[in-house]
């Protein structure tokens, strides 16, 4: 099979090269796309410093479960409250002498949304004593799944 590269009768040829403009192109791409930055969504949580000394005597204080459901619920130490009343718990854990740790345990299925607006009360109450209980079990679940 032959290739055509114009006339044989010595005339210029008149359709333009676009082998080298496509190329040119998929490389432009190829760098847009390696350039696009990870897409994160994050929920930003000033977390408290630790304490590098150790009180000599460690008392044990209450500690208090939030968790949050499927069914968009929040539950307070096992008692369904709403946003309101967890603004007024938060108040008062915080002005205890001994702040009690806050423990956030969401369901798997609980809305990202409801967690989010969560976190948010959470923060802009100032509780100090804050973790997130629950994440071991979902160590593995991407694994097996």
């Not at 994050?42 to 304490?51: C, E, H």
């Not at 967890?86 to 956030?104: D, I």
Request: aromatic share 6%; glycine share 6%; proline share 8%.
């Amino acid at each position: 099979m032959a290739m055509s590269g114009g006339k044989d009768d010595g005339a210029p040829m008149m359709e333009m090269n676009m082998t080298p403009l496509i190329d040119v192109l998929l490389v432009l791409l190829i760098m847009f796309i390696i350039t696009i930055p990870v897409a994160t969504h994050a929920v930003n949580i000033d977390l408290p410093a630790p304490d590098p000394t150790p009180p000599d005597v460690i008392v044990e204080p209450d500690k208090n479960k939030l968790v949050l459901t499927q069914t968009d619920e929040i539950l307070w130490n096992g008692n369904a409250i709403n946003q309101g009343q967890l603004v007024t718990l938060l108040q008062q854990s915080t002005q205890m002498s001994v702040e009690p740790e806050l423990q956030f345990e969401p369901e798997p299925l609980a809305s990202y949304e409801l967690a989010a607006r969560v976190l948010q009360v959470i923060k802009a109450s100032g509780v100090t004593k804050f973790g997130f209980v629950g994440n071991e079990r979902y160590r593995t679940f991407g694994a097996s799944g």
